[in-house]
Nanobody, 123 residues
Framework: VQLQASGGGLVQAGGSLRLSCAAS????????VGWFRQAPGKEREFVAA????????FYADSVKGRFTISRDNAKNAVYLQMNSLKLEDTAVYYC?????????????????WGQGTLVTVSS
């Protein structure tokens, strides 16, 4: 599967953005999908994930209550709605996918990655 993340941009603190992860090349419903982010000088960190089929969702503590992950299998897409954005949310955001039953909060458990989209939160 090929993944393409989009929707990043510049937003003021407290604002909202919706990121999209578009998939092509395979049956998307068979993939669990995660969002990760990497800020300058920091390691890549888990943000949110949504399981295949059942659609159970998981979030990092830092984004719980502010971010929502969802998917539309008919459109081969996963979304990350980000509300109440903070300065510390500034990062490049990546979507990733896997077909295997693995812990979804670990980057090494994903087989496919998109190219990333930059989110910049300003004061």
């Amino acid at each position: 599967v090929q993944l393409q993340a989009s929707g990043g941009g510049l937003v003021q603190a407290g604002g909202s953005l919706r990121l999209s992860c578009a998939a092509s090349g395979s049956t998307f419903s068979a993939y669990s999908v995660g969002w990760f982010r990497q800020a300058p000088g920091k390691e890549r960190e888990f943000v949110a994930a949504i399981k295949r089929y059942g659609g159970a969702t998981f979030y990092a503590d830092s984004v719980k209550g502010r971010f929502t992950i969802s998917r539309d299998n008919a459109k081969n897409a996963v979304y990350l709605q980000m509300n109440s954005l903070k300065l510390e949310d500034t990062a490049v955001y990546y979507c990733a996918a896997t077909t295997l039953m693995r812990a979804l909060s670990y980057a090494q458990n994903y087989d496919y990655w998109g190219q990333g989209t930059l989110v910049t939160v300003s004061s």
